[in-house]
């Protein structure tokens, strides 16, 4: 009694799902779909007015030989190409609209692009902030967490970082991921490149698993083994850029066969479409095109009886494990406010969010920052040591504004090169993570800059307290706080400067390009050749030379007002009053204030551009 009771409620609970799925599922279709990339002689068509439907429910592989248009075909699918296409994709019959198409889907890319100091759990948690908004309070946030990690196998692995993840786990935790918010329609690139055959297996069980919950879950899968592809509900085959078949994974050798293509006993059916696809077996691709009308028709093999997708949800709802329904009764839920909003988490959420996780990222990188801070005291030590006692010495006056330049160039390439070198690294998982919508790029970018502020304040500091007391400079506080300031910004200036060629490049060229971009600025910092001697038509440049600002701002503070004459030690020395030093810079009637200022509107500029050129990027990024 009490069994069937129980059996009861869980129908009644099955049935309540499944009203809720298929009230927020989509089936996707599209219609002579073309692609094309590059102009004029040197066009090449991708796709040919290919048509299709991906139903919900139902997992759908993409296969085809190696530039046959799969993962062009998903980039289109999935929102990320524009240009270039012709056609139309229709969502539940209705034509799609990007901004509420890309709110209720997810694109996972074939490379797995993690944060690899983050655990499983913080990782998690992160994502339930971002994707859930404040709306969801912190306990359905942890259920949510809780039932997708244990639906993926990772519960065990939650206090594991990311870095000690194998392959398939770091694949789960991905699909993992985007499921948080529940999207209707998932994309996979590759999802089992990279993975033993065991793994690969435990992942595709996990998508099926994941589309029977009434989502529509697409994966472009290159060569699968039989095991693999019978995991599989449909499968879609691209050949040239058309739609070679489309229909059930167990029809496709009878269609094959409807050609006079019969595949030989014991061989893989992929590995002979693919085969077929590639004109192996004679010039028949046009006829298997024609046959399915380049992706018009769905083909239906009589015997088989899972060809029909209108009654496949039926029958395969009581398949589905226990937990997947737990999920997607918790997590439709989280699907309010999406089409409404651009993101689900306001964005001093979202700022929140991200600065907590670039600070945990930057802390745990032990190795970087442990050669950056033994970098600057090993550099510091040896200025003090080259420089030793020659601050207040007039005979030495322009070695010590040696040090000050050299000192300047040191803290701004050492802000320089390793925010590039990150960033660069980095930008792989902002492109994921924004492309899927957990933030905006003004709250990344914000974030960023914030995170990286204190490391900007600190090395500097490191830095300069030794070679200010090694070298015996003026023990006045204000002159310190003055040159420290200098120093800052300085430092800010080439973190700034590292990010916009991280955005703009790859490593090996923005390695090249940020050095050399700093040269024109330095020939006219001032302490190179004087303002004067600097012909008439480039005399501009100086104003824009943050390097000049610098140099000017801390010669100023240690040799300017109305500082005592310096110390001689020799007979004779001519800068023995501090102002001559100054008049001989034409610094005489300079403002520190003025450079400080020149300084930030440097650092505001350059922010700016590197945000400019992160935007274009994302954009053009596939």
Not at 284 to 290: A, D, G, K, N
Not at 604 to 612: D, E, H, K, S
Request: hydrophobic share 40%.
């Amino acid at each position: 009694m009490d069994t069937d009771i129980k059996l009861r409620e869980r129908n009644r609970g099955k049935t309540a799902d499944r009203e809720n799925q298929e009230g927020s599922s989509f089936d996707l279709t599209f219609s002579d779909l073309s692609y094309t990339v590059g102009k004029g002689e040197t066009a090449k068509q991708i796709l040919k007015q290919i048509s299709g439907t991906f139903n919900s429910g139902k997992l759908t592989a993409i296969m085809g030989p190696s530039g046959a248009g799969k993962t062009s075909l998903m980039n289109i699918l999935a929102g990320l190409k524009k240009s270039g296409m012709q056609g139309r994709v229709d969502v539940n019959g209705a034509e799609r609209k990007f901004k509420t198409f890309r709110k209720q889907s997810a694109y996972i890319t074939q490379q797995d692009h993690l944060l690899s100091n983050l655990s499983v759990e913080e990782y998690m948690i992160s994502a339930a902030h971002l994707k859930l908004g404040n709306d969801v309070c912190e306990k359905e946030k942890n259920l949510t967490i809780e039932l997708i990690m244990k639906t993926l196998g990772l519960t065990n692995s939650l206090s594991t970082r990311v870095s000690c993840l194998s392959g398939g786990e770091c694949k789960r935790l991905a699909i993992g991921l985007e499921l948080i918010d529940n999207p209707s329609i998932l994309f996979l690139d590759e999802p089992t490149s990279g993975l033993d055959s065991s793994s690969s297996l435990q992942c595709v069980a996990v998508l099926r698993d994941i589309a029977r919950t009434g989502r529509t879950v697409v994966a472009t899968i290159h060569q699968p083994s039989t095991r693999l592809l019978d995991q599989f509900d449909q499968l879609y085959i691209v050949a040239g850029g058309s739609c070679m078949y489309q229909g059930p994974v167990n029809s496709l050798i009878p269609y094959l066969q409807s050609m006079n293509l019969s595949c030989p006993d014991h061989h893989n059916p992929a590995d002979f479409a693919i085969d077929v696809a590639s004109g192996e077996y004679g010039d028949v691709v046009l006829r298997l095109i024609s046959g399915i009308e380049n992706g018009r028709r769905v083909y239906q093999n009589n015997s088989s009886s899972s060809c029909l997708p209108s009654s496949s949800h039926d029958t395969e709802v009581d398949e589905v494990d226990e937990t997947d329904f737990m999920i997607n009764s918790h997590l439709r839920t989280n699907k309010r406010g999406r089409n409404e909003l651009s993101y689900s988490a306001p964005f001093h959420t979202q700022v929140t969010v991200l600065l907590r996780r670039t600070w945990c990222t930057i802390w745990r990188e032990q190795i970087l920052t442990t050669m950056r801070l033994t970098l600057h005291v090993c550099i510091s030590i040896l200025i003090g040591l080259v420089y030793w006692q020659i601050g207040n010495d007039a005979h030495s006056i322009y070695n010590n504004a040696g040090m000050l330049f050299f000192s300047l160039i040191f803290i701004l390439y050492a802000a320089m090169m390793p925010t590039f070198l990150t960033f660069n690294l980095e930008r792989e998982v902002l492109i994921r993570e924004h492309l899927n919508r957990w933030y905006s790029l003004k709250a990344y970018y914000l974030a960023k800059t914030l995170a990286d502020i204190p490391f900007q304040i600190f090395f500097p500091t490191v830095y300069l307290i030794p070679v200010y007391l090694m070298t015996n400079q003026p023990l006045c506080i204000e002159r310190f706080l003055m040159l420290w300031t200098i120093a800052i910004c300085i430092s800010l200036v080439g973190q700034g400067i590292g990010l916009f060629f991280g955005a703009a490049f790859d490593i090996p060229v923005a390695s090249y390009f940020a050095p050399i971009s700093c040269i024109p600025f330095l020939l006219v910092s001032g302490f190179m050749s004087k303002f004067d001697a600097i012909p008439a038509y480039l005399n501009w440049i100086t104003y824009l030379s943050f390097l000049h600002y610098s140099f000017e701002g801390s010669m100023l503070s240690l040799y300017g007002g109305d500082r005592p004459p310096l110390s001689c030690s020799h007979s004779y020395c001519h800068f023995r009053y501090p102002i001559k030093f100054l008049e001989l810079f034409d610094l005489n009637n300079s403002s520190y204030y003025f450079s400080v200022l020149g300084m930030m509107a440097n650092f505001f500029v350059i922010r700016v551009a590197g945000y400019l050129v992160l935007r274009f990027k994302l954009r053009h990024v596939r």
